[in-house]
């Protein structure tokens, strides 16, 4: 026997909810708790009922979020969606704890490892035993249910995060590209985004 769609849901709980006044604008921070761990999202206005909600699903990155490193675009992807949010009516940042494309930290900074010897960053986690990208959305499919979300406008350059939020329920209606400029340090890691793995760029 089949499983409903509702049963086929991953357990979400919404955990807690506050204001969070931030250098990009006035937001909402909520928790979320899944069965794979917490999942922090930042919403700006009312999403009860909202269409064509502009929305941000970013994985979480240490090198790059937290750090500022210079090898990926994730801090700047991340900052734009914010700045962008942050003067709209409203809109969500979901960010997915799926550090390295889904792989891990430790995973991920052997592949940096591995790109220092010449391999590209698809190369490095095949060379791992990973596929290309092990991320999911189906847990950002039911946050932005569970926030009352009816359709989204993506902020990514990255077509496979509609095509999952799609599979998982969530009708996308839009996309909203985030291009930063190229530096020394990762424009082969962008190259290698739009060759191999289909981001728009």
């Known amino acids: 026997m089949s499983s409903s769609p509702e049963s086929a849901r991953p357990r979400v709980l919404l955990a807690a909810r506050a204001r969070l006044p931030s250098q990009f604008g006035d937001f909402q921070v909520v928790a979320f708790e899944c069965e794979d761990g917490e999942y922090g999202v930042v919403v700006r206005g009312n999403l009860e009922g909202a269409e064509a909600v502009p929305v941000r699903l970013h994985s979480e990155c240490f090198t790059g979020d937290v750090m500022g490193s210079?090898?990926?675009d994730c801090r700047e992807q991340l900052e734009a969606a914010l700045r962008f949010i942050g003067r709209a009516e409203r809109?969500?940042?979901?960010?997915?704890?799926?550090e390295g494309r889904g792989i891990g930290l430790a995973n991920k900074i052997r592949a940096y490892a591995l790109q220092?010897?010449?391999l590209d960053t698809v190369?490095?986690?095949?060379?791992?035993?990973?596929?290309?990208?092990?991320?999911?959305y189906d847990v950002a499919a039911e946050i932005l249910r569970q926030l009352g979300v009816l359709s989204v406008v993506l902020l990514t350059n990255n077509?496979?995060?509609g095509a999952g939020l799609l599979r998982?329920?969530?009708k996308v209606v839009?996309?909203?590209?985030?291009?930063?400029?190229?530096?020394?340090?990762?424009?082969?890691?962008?190259?290698?985004?739009?060759?191999?793995s289909g981001h728009l760029l």
Do not use: M, W
Request: hydrophobic share 30%; aromatic share 6%; with cysteine.
């Open 70 to 72: 210079l090898k990926c």
């Open 91 to 98: 809109g969500a940042v979901v960010y997915l704890p799926q």
């Open 116 to 118: 220092d010897e010449g």
């Open 123 to 136: 190369e490095a986690n095949l060379a791992l035993g990973f596929p290309d990208d092990l991320r999911r």
């Open 159 to 161: 077509p496979t995060k």
């Open 168 to 170: 998982a329920g969530t």
């Open 174 to 196: 839009g996309r909203i590209p985030l291009r930063s400029a190229p530096n020394a340090h990762n424009r082969a890691y962008l190259d290698t985004k739009r060759d191999k």
